[in-house]
């Protein structure tokens, strides 16, 4: 049964721990290519489009913190959250802002306006897992799928029935391959 964006945020909101947890871990995967993506449009040569993705991931838990399901649905909020961040850091890069108080995560954006990110992250999950089920051996993908649902490498190694040594590698080397693809 798929999760919709809005239910991931109420479940991660109740929790004690959110950034161990597994529905953090499919929030980060549904927006990790919208990121990536604007990261690429904005960058500048005074920005590095690794420094952009960090924040895009730090306005997306901000986004969480401050969604309210009452004003709409949440990927759009996410991606102007993300987008403003980023130009904010571009902003920053150039000396025009001078601290990060200056960005407002507050602002609820219009649903038109993000009609492109909102399908880019509803395409994101059949596109991910072809892109991972052609480029990650079967063994990765298994294990990189148990640790994505919050399982440990002992217990990925345990329902896989390899040593937890062998978890661990075939996680690094899932992970390895998944930046080549990404940058």
């Known amino acids: 049964m798929k999760v919709t964006d809005e239910e991931l945020v ?6 004690a721990d959110p ?3 597994s529905e953090t871990a499919l929030l980060i995967s549904r927006y990790s290519r919208v990121i990536r993506i604007k990261a690429a449009k904005l960058h500048t040569i005074d920005t590095d489009p690794e420094d952009l993705c960090q924040e895009g991931y730090l306005a997306l838990f901000e986004a969480v913190r401050a969604f309210d399901v009452s004003k709409g649905t ?4 996410a991606g102007k959250c993300i987008e403003n961040r980023m130009k904010n850091a571009v902003l920053k890069g150039r000396g025009r802002l001078e601290k990060d108080e200056d960005f407002d995560v507050t602002l609820i954006p219009d649903e038109g306006s993000a009609a492109e990110e909102l399908v880019i992250t509803k395409e994101n999950d059949s596109e991910i897992v072809k892109m991972l089920l052609t480029h990650l051996t ?10 994505i649902d919050g ?5 990925i190694a345990e329902i896989m029935d390899i040593t937890p040594k062998s978890a661990d590698n075939a996680l690094s080397r899932a992970r390895k391959k998944l930046r080549e693809l990404l940058l």
């Open 74 to 77: 949440f990927s759009p909020f």
């Open 138 to 147: 079967e063994k990765e993908y298994n294990a990189l799928r148990l640790y």
């Open 19 to 21: 950034m161990q947890s």
């Open 10 to 15: 109420g479940i991660i909101k109740g929790q």
């Open 151 to 155: 399982y440990s490498y002992k217990k």
